[in-house]
């Protein structure tokens, strides 16, 4: 399995994970692969011989990507639909993996797949492409929508919050979002049960 990135949170769980079932992983990233010129490393990802490529790399800062939309647009939005056409010539299936940002956030119960999509910024948009322009590239695909990645690798939420409570009395957090195990309601919450 060929899973692109090199040292990000999912890529480093799967190789982890692999490794104890048996199952090889292998991470292709920068320099070989760089999304943001994702077609010149079409080769690198090709010469693992996958049997099935998760598409998990992708530009995840969320706020910076306000300020950087080519950049998020060119690695999130049009280097997947590279992936999966290098998948499709390859004769295997792509999983990509996406964000519940491809949603406006306001919908009080849980979100499903056909669920219209409303992203509310740069980050959504893209991953709102790159979706799509999976989609178009290879009838062969799964896209998964996933919320809030933790891990003991790289940073999240969740080890940066341990972190500040290992070294102060009291955090102050800003509290504009609520996640639960179905969904991530964005504020102005409309329930909050
Ligand atoms: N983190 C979350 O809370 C969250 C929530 C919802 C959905 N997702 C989605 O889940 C997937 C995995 O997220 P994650 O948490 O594992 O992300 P992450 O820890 O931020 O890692 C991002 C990965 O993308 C790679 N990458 C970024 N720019 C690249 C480029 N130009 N060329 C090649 N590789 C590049 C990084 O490469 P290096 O290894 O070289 O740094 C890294 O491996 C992403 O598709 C993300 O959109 C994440």
Known sequence: MAVTGRAGQLVSALIERGAGHGVEIVPVGRPELDLADAASGMAALAA????IIVSAA???????????????????????????????QL???????????????????PYVETDPTDPLGVYGSTKLEGERAVAAATPDHAIL??????SPF????????????????????????????HRRLIWPMRCCA
């Not at 693992?48 to 049997?51: G, V």
């Not at 299936?93 to 949603?103: E, K, L, N, Q």
Request: glycine share 10%.
């Open 48 to 51: 693992t011989q996958p049997d």
């Open 58 to 88: 992708a530009y995840t800062a969320v706020d910076k990507a306000e300020s950087e939309p080519e950049l998020a647009r060119a690695i999130n939005g049009v280097a997947p639909g590279i992936v999966a056409q290098c998948a499709a």
């Open 91 to 109: 004769g295997v299936p792509v999983i990509h993996i996406s964000t519940d940002y491809v949603f406006n956030g306001t919908k009080p119960t």
């Open 145 to 150: 929508r996933t919320a809030w990645v933790y």
């Open 154 to 181: 790289g940073g999240n939420f969740l080890k940066t919050m341990l972190r500040l409570a290992g070294d102060r009395p009291k955090l102050r957090v800003v509290g504009d979002q609520l996640v639960t195990r």
